[in-house]
């Protein structure tokens, strides 16, 4: 029975990251379709701009069915990956309906877990200025830079994540912060916007 359960996990798995156009890797665990989201391609080749790049290590789980958390989901995982653009997951990541906006670069490191509901934005999305964000162009204007959050990390559900934060290893973020800064390794921090708590102590 255990045989035949590993063996539907995979097929299942397989199948869900080919009808969301994820890209499937052997161990991988892909409970509920997610959504990938790229420019068109007309769009891309009128351009002259290359397809984002989603890079995944050995082991990931994605959880996108509202059955398969005990927190609940609001949402399938939604990775939006523009031109020239690299989402890159370590080994053994797991990550449940939350949303990854990646003009630019979000690197996840080894171990990592990233709770239900969470935003990781590399960007503004939009500019600051009302008369920039009017015009048609206006991600021109648009501020971006990259996110890196080290191994062993834990993102407790409901958390926002700015562009240009970098997250220390082994650090913990409180459920439903706001992170607009870095954080040091092994590290406590919560609140909007997230502040330190404590160290953890290995």
């Not at 063996?7 to 009808?19: E, F």
């Not at 892909?30 to 790229?38: I, K, L, N």
């Not at 959050?149 to 970098?166: E, S, Y």
């Amino acid at each position: 029975m255990n045989t035949l359960y590993k063996l539907y996990v995979r097929l299942n798995s397989r199948y869900n990251a080919l009808r969301s156009g994820f890209p499937y890797k052997e161990g991988m665990v892909m409970d509920g379709r997610c959504y990938v989201w790229q420019p068109h391609w007309l769009l891309r080749l009128l351009r002259g701009q290359r397809r984002g790049t989603i890079l995944v290590g050995r082991h990931f789980t994605c959880i996108n069915r509202f059955s398969s958390n005990l927190v609940g989901l609001i949402q399938p995982s939604l990775f939006t990956v523009f031109p020239k653009a690299t989402i890159s997951i370590g080994d053994h990541v797991g990550i449940s309906g939350s949303t990854l906006r990646c003009s630019e670069r979000i690197t996840i490191g080894n171990r990592t877990i990233i709770g239900s509901g969470c935003l990781l934005l590399d960007t503004d999305e939009h500019p600051l200025s009302a008369h920039e964000r009017q015009v048609p162009d206006y991600y021109n204007y648009t501020k971006s830079r990259p996110i890196i959050i080290g191994d062993d990390v834990f993102i407790g559900a409901r958390c926002i994540v700015t562009k240009g934060v970098t997250i220390g290893n082994g650090s913990v973020i409180g459920a439903g912060s706001v992170v607009t800064h870095d954080v040091p390794p092994n590290t406590i921090v919560a609140g909007n916007p997230a502040r330190i708590i404590k160290e953890i102590n290995n």
